[in-house]
């Protein structure tokens, strides 16, 4: 595709606001301070807030994978999306209180003052990198590299270094702050553009009631009997336009959405280092609040302004976007199983102008360095504070900011790593990939932060042992699904019935349900956890103001002393390491102002001090009157509208009489035929 100047003109813009931001952000205070570098100083108000836990949820793979999944098989895939709008409340209104209140800077650390000891925060905190490297971070370079190349036509590993280079310039220097600017301008250029597609896919199909219609119509020129139920591959399916669907044959079984998927996405949204991290920065729990609800509202759009332009690229292109002849799909994507994940890009490029075709590519590198320089800076977070700091306990401030900026480089140079496997796996199996993940790995993470703030009698065995309960059933459960592959829908389904017939919602219910019973049965039988460990760490206790002396000692994972029965007489002595104050050299000055920190020693611990002081006023938790009306009145607005969304978008616009004519007409399309394995 040749770029026009309109295009190559938008995309340089994108690129240079950006690098402004990054670099602005690298100038302002605070920076010098760990909360500082890793927590945007605790002063972000609700709106950029909101917008970066936007941007972070929403990267390339949303747009490949919503969109390719809309091609594929409707509008289902949007009840993930309505489902945030409540769990974000989960985290708003219920996590964060505890969080804020319990002044840890990240999730592992709320589980060493929690329950004492580090086992727990060193395996959730490997469990996570391990995550972001391999799932997170390969999921975006698949999906970007995916759109830049069938835009530009760029050399993959040319384009992916030059966004990683980018990335790295303007995280590496600003820290959370940098990344939450950045979001802002992204969220802006990722809903204007999208926003421009949606309205010309709808003009070029024939507007909404012509969508649906088009739809349910839109097959290859050849499509397959599928031996497992007599039925037709490469037909939309009867419920596409239906959200929540029958609970025992279908893609998107409601109760095993609600009992198994919810408890991966409180995983996502409640308790991973990278979401908690963007709203720990908010400066007062209002604002905290404030920016889940933004988002909650903003969630309400990628259904329409993702999904939708899908199932319109289906409708557009239905025998290179809907093929189901792998030698077609092989021929058009390089994919023998589906090409549903060029939806979005396919559209973009069919039916965008020149210009525009710019802004979008824009979107995709918006997307893909959001999710990027999140994860990035999550990782780098969970590393310097949770592993470094515990394994070099005297570690001054300069070391820790130090050792966070390198520790990304390393993450690039894992990524990078890790492309050309990248590129031997399948597109659509990517996806599956990533879900099983979810639903494998994450409800025991999920139930034990969940019980951990709301039961104050679990303790530490029950919450490591629990955690040890689920990894041993997940990684079981992932070794049969991954031994025993999913066949091609025209294929016999011959594996094991555990595989074939427990949809993995329903397995990722089962797993949430029965390792709460394991850390409920193991906190029972042995002792209760110390008083001092419930200070601020539960929802019960979260304006509990007795001291804790770890919140100004790095003595996390050991024993502490009880606190007083009257909580006012623990005395705490604060020590803070600065670093030299001789003067610096030319070198010197250079790195300190990249890592921000201040060559006047008295500047620096006035800093220390300023934020200390903030963080003990943010976690008494104080709101006006004022706030508490409007943040619960939009708190019941979302929570209804969630509601309203789920109801009306599981009621079929189709009688089953029109499903009857409308497959009919599909019929009369296409050639079926009978799948011969040897054509693959």
């Known amino acids: ?109 709320y589980m060493v003052k929690r329950f004492g000891g580090r086992r727990i925060s060193m395996y959730l905190s490997v469990l996570s990198m391990i995550l972001y490297i391999f799932t997170k971070i390969s999921v975006d370079l698949y999906s970007g590299a995916l759109f830049i190349q069938q835009a530009l036509q760029w050399n993959l590993y040319l384009s992916i270094f030059a966004i990683l280079t980018l ?34 896919g709808l003009e070029k199909v024939g507007g909404w009631e012509e969508l649906k219609v088009k739809y349910m119509t839109s097959v290859p020129n050849i499509t397959y009997v599928n031996p497992n139920d007599n039925g037709t591959c490469g037909l939309p399916r009867e419920d596409s336009w239906t959200i929540l669907r029958e609970p025992f044959h279908s893609d998107m079984p409601w109760p095993g959405f609600l009992l198994g998927q919810t408890p991966a996405s409180i995983w996502y949204w409640c308790a991973d280092q990278m979401m908690v991290q963007k709203a720990l920065a908010a400066k007062s729990l209002s604002d905290a609040q404030g920016a889940t609800i933004l988002t909650g509202w903003i969630k309400t759009l990628p259904m329409f302004l993702i999904i939708i332009p899908g199932m319109m690229s289906r409708v557009l292109y239905p025998d290179t976007v809907g093929c189901v002849d792998p030698e077609v799909c092989q021929a058009f994507c390089n994919n023998p199983v589906s090409c549903s994940n060029t939806a979005y890009p396919a559209i973009v490029l069919g039916i965008m102008p020149e210009g525009l075709r710019g802004v979008m590519i824009a979107v995709m590198l918006a997307a893909l360095m959001s999710d990027l320089t999140s994860i990035f800076n999550s990782a780098s977070t969970l590393f310097t504070m949770d592993i470094y700091n515990e394994i070099k306990k005297s570690a001054q401030t300069k070391e820790l900011l130090i050792v966070g900026r390198v520790f990304i480089l390393f993450l690039v140079a894992m990524s990078i790593m890790w492309i050309p496997i990248i590129q031997e796996l ?56 991954f031994t025993y592959k999913a066949p091609l829908c025209m294929e016999v389904d011959d594996r094991p019935f555990i595989i074939a017939s427990i949809h993995y919602m329903y397995f990722a219910a089962g797993l949430f349900f029965s390792t709460g019973i394991v850390a409920a049965i193991v906190s029972l039988l042995t002792d209760p956890p110390r008083d001092y460990m419930l200070v601020r760490t539960t929802f019960q206790t979260r304006k509990d103001q007795r001291v804790r002396k770890d919140e100004h000692e790095n003595v996390y994972g050991t024993e502490l002393d009880p606190l007083h029965e009257n909580g006012t007489t623990a005395v705490v002595e604060v020590k803070v390491n600065f670093i030299d104050g001789s003067e610096p050299g030319c070198c010197a000055r250079i790195s300190n102002w990249i890592l921000g920190l201040e060559a006047d020693v008295a500047d620096e611990e006035k800093h220390h001090k300023e934020m200390e002081e903030h963080v003990q006023k943010l976690s008494t938790l104080s709101q006006t009157t004022t706030q508490k009306v409007i943040l619960y009145t939009n708190l019941v607005i979302i929570v209804s509208l969630a509601i309203f969304l789920y109801t009306y978008f599981s ?11 409308l497959r009919h007409i ?15």
């Open 1 to 109: 595709m040749e770029l026009s100047t309109g295009d190559v003109a938008a995309v340089v813009l994108y690129f240079l606001l950006v690098l402004g931001i990054g670099l602005w952000s690298m100038m302002r205070p605070n920076r010098d301070t760990v909360e500082g570098y890793f927590l945007a100083g605790k002063h972000m108000f609700w709106l950029p807030v909101g917008a970066s836990l936007f941007a972070s949820n929403i990267g390339s793979e949303h747009f490949i994978g919503l969109a390719g999944t809309g091609a594929a098989s409707g509008i289902g895939v949007a009840a993930f999306e309505f489902n945030a709008l409540v769990l974000l409340q989960l985290l708003g209104f219920i996590f964060l209180p505890v969080f804020i209140a319990s002044k840890v800077r990240t999730l592992p650390e």
């Open 167 to 200: 990335t790295l310039v303007c995280t590496v220097g600003g820290g959370l702050a940098a990344v939450i600017y950045i979001d802002v301008l992204q969220v802006a250029i990722m809903l204007g553009g999208s926003s421009v597609l949606l309205y010309l």
């Open 426 to 481: 399948q597109g659509g199996q990517l996806f599956i990939y990533i879900q099983a993940i979810s639903a494998y790995l994450s409800p025991p993470i999920a139930v034990v932060y969940c019980m951990a703030i709301s039961w104050k009698r679990m303790n530490e065995m029950g919450a490591f042992w629990s955690l040890m309960f689920g990894l041993t059933v997940g990684v079981i459960r992932m070794i049969l699904d």
């Open 651 to 661: 009621i079929s616009p189709f009688t089953d009489e029109e499903i009857v004519n």
């Open 666 to 680: 599909s019929m009369n399309k296409t050639r079926t035929e009978t799948f011969n394995k040897i054509e693959l």
